[in-house]
T-cell receptor
């Protein structure tokens, strides 16, 4: 079946502009995660959605970052007033439920470059 | 001390060799141990997960967990050039915990 998809695959933006990154999880997966992967760094957790519950935003690095998930499926990560330190690969993952968080499936990522 | 330590490599081996990749961790609450493979400019791909201590085999891959030593390993037998990638360990404490704690990854090159 179809895996996790993300768009765009690459995004180049100027410092100060806003960007939106999209994630389509695996059909039927109720849990959705966003991570950031910077050069030389591990994967950094950003935010977690489970069904209709309030998301866990504890990993968001600043209030310039926000995310929403509509209809329990597609999710959008928004970065406002982008900074050069936001340049990274943003990865989305999903799992069948929060109880199976050990079995997360990742999308290909969006490579964000802030110039 | 970091929660998960993983040697970044790079590790270079000849085709056909047995590869051993390892992580150590400090938090004894971890119950699930995962290995991901990440090709260049791609997302991580779940290879296998293990619950608690013991071994798990899947084809040429064997995952091993020693909770007493807080040490996990991934063995690749008969390594192939297509195995060249970065391998990430990830740990989860289960019991409804949804966060994965990742190692920084080991870059492996299998030379034909």
């Amino acid at each position: 079946g179809a895996g996790v998809s993300q768009s765009p695959s690459n995004k180049v933006t100027e410092k100060g502009k806003d960007v939106e990154l999209r994630c389509d999880p695996i059909s039927g997966h109720t849990a959705l995660y966003w991570y950031r992967q910077s050069l030389g760094q591990g994967l950094e957790f950003l935010i977690y959605f489970q069904g209709n519950s309030a998301p866990d935003k504890s990993g968001l690095p600043s209030d310039r970052f926000s995310a929403e998930r509509t209809g329990g499926s597609v999710s959008t990560l928004t970065i406002q007033r982008t900074q050069q330190e936001d340049s990274a690969v943003y990865l989305c993952a999903s799992s069948s439920s929060g109880l199976r968080s050990y079995e997360q499936y990742f999308g290909p990522g969006t490579r964000l470059t802030v110039t | 001390q970091k929660e998960v330590e993983q040697d970044p490599g790079p590790l270079s081996v000849p085709e056909g060799a047995i590869v051993s990749l390892n992580c150590t961790y400090s938090n004894s609450a971890f119950q699930y141990f995962m290995w991901y493979r990440q090709y260049s400019r791609k997302g991580p791909e779940l290879l296998m997960y293990t619950y608690s201590s013991g071994n798990k085999e899947d084809g040429r891959f064997t995952a091993q967990v020693d909770k007493s030593s807080k040490y996990i390993s991934l063995f690749i037998r008969d390594s192939q050039p297509s195995d060249s990638a970065t391998y990430l360990c990830a740990l989860n404490s289960g019991a409804g915990s949804y966060q994965l704690t990742f190692g920084k990854g080991t870059k492996l090159s299998v030379i034909p």
